[in-house]
């Protein structure tokens, strides 16, 4: 059983509206015993009508405070760290360095949300690709990002792209983009970095999780080692979404522990 979800956001992202306590109190009802919050820090964000000027950006000197004051209220109850969600772009590679530099973080996701200055989950933004043509951009700027930002520990849902196409999965495999795929892949293994699966594509309805099993076997057989499991819950009742299913699902794609991270250290655990 997967007992640690290490990708979840609060009232910190943008994008979610859940107090901390509410979400140590969902990750208690289903049975965990760690929990990371990684709410989503994104530099350089466009600007969209209604998410104001400095959308997925927070105070972190008041994240830690807050922070640090639940681990206090929940100890012995569940343990809690403290992490972050990076978005990745090109250049951002010196305020990511400053601020994992500045900030005793257990924990750094980095996650591509932004492609060519505009965010995908504005299809329209990109009206003038296909779905295939999307992705396959998608996963040329990932590699881009890898080859400019270093200082993360795990690169969150790689192929979460696959949302926010028109037809979702009708135009993706692992098969149509392995050149690209092997590429990040190799490139993460290089840099002693890790992946995460991400249970929100269940969510999402696209019937499998961030990465596709295919990626994950690929991983793995690339030797790929690093795994972290995160439910990207933006609500309690998000939390450890689908974990039931997580551990089969790393097992089948031949891994036989996945990883928790605490002062950005890796721990391995057995599935």
């Known amino acids: 059983m997967i007992t640690g979800d290490f990708h979840m956001h609060t009232v910190f992202s943008t994008d979610s509206d859940a107090a901390l306590e509410s979400m140590a109190e969902g990750a208690l009802k289903k049975g965990l015993d760690t929990i990371c919050i990684t709410d989503h820090m994104d530099q350089d964000y466009p600007f969209y009508e209604g998410m104001g000027e400095n959308a997925f950006l927070f105070d972190v000197e008041t994240y830690f405070a807050q922070l640090k004051t639940l681990q206090k209220q929940y100890e012995g109850k569940l343990e809690i760290r403290i992490g972050i969600e990076l978005g990745l772009q090109p250049h951002l590679g010196k305020f990511c360095k400053e601020i994992t530099e500045k900030y005793p973080f257990d924990f750094v996701i980095g996650s591509l949300h932004v492609v060519d200055q505009k965010d995908p989950y504005y299809r329209e933004a990109f009206s003038d690709l296909t779905d295939a043509e999307l992705y396959r951009l998608t996963f040329q700027k990932m590699l881009e990002c890898l080859k400019n930002v270093e200082t993360f520990d795990v690169l969150g849902h790689l192929d979460y792209i696959v949302r926010y196409g028109t037809y979702q999965a009708k135009e993706y495999s692992y098969a149509s983009f392995a050149p690209y795929l092997d590429e990040i892949l190799k490139k993460v293994i290089e840099m002693g970095k890790g992946i995460e699966l991400n249970t929100a594509g269940l969510k999402y309805g696209l019937g499998f999780c961030h990465p596709h099993p295919d990626v994950l076997k690929r991983y793995r057989e690339l030797g790929g080692e ?37 002062g950005r250290k890796p721990d391995f655990i057995k599935l």
């Open 226 to 262: 690093i795994i972290t499991v995160g439910s990207d819950g933006h609500k309690p009742e998000h939390v450890a979404y689908e974990f039931q299913k997580a551990g089969q699902i790393l097992q089948e794609c031949g891994f036989r522990y996945y990883t928790q991270f605490k």
